[in-house]
């Protein structure tokens, strides 16, 4: 008998909505945003600094939350007390450290 139910196709739709779930939830993250935060080889970073160095506890972050442009501040910061380079201001790593800056600013 024909049926025009096929369970297969159901399951490997369900599959693919679930990798493009996965995939869309590990885009950016605040375990990220924590790890970037305290690693001082962040964004090819030519010194030992890292931002934990100093803005531990977020230290002097406190206009962080009303910034107009908390990406340049964070990149000003990667590439002046870092000497790295700057990070795409849509990409993963920086939408993860934005929400790990924020996160610091407004659990103070
Ligand atoms: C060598 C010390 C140093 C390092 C390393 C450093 N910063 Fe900063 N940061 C400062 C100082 C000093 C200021 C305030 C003066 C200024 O704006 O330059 C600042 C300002 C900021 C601001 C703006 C805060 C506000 O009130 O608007 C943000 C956001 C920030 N830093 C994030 C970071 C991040 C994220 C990193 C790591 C990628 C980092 N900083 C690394 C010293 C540092």
């Known amino acids: 008998m024909k ?3 096929m369970p297969w196709k159901t399951i490997m739709l369900g ?3 679930l990798m493009a779930t996965n995939a869309l939830a590990e885009k950016s993250s ?3 945003g924590e790890k970037m935060f ?8 030519t010194n030992a600094n890292s931002c934990n160095s100093c803005h531990a506890q977020g230290q002097g972050l406190a206009g962080a939350a009303t910034n107009p442009d908390l ?3 964070i ?3 990667l590439m002046a ?3 790295g380079h700057k990070m795409d201001g849509r990409s993963a790593e920086m939408r993860s450290m934005k929400m790990y800056v924020m996160a610091m600013v407004t659990h103070q």
């Open 3 to 5: 049926t025009n139910f």
């Open 15 to 17: 599959g693919l909505m």
């Open 30 to 32: 605040m375990t990220m």
């Open 38 to 45: 305290m690693d001082p080889h962040l964004s090819g970073s």
């Open 71 to 73: 990406g340049q501040a």
């Open 75 to 77: 990149n000003n910061c």
């Open 81 to 83: 007390n870092m000497g």
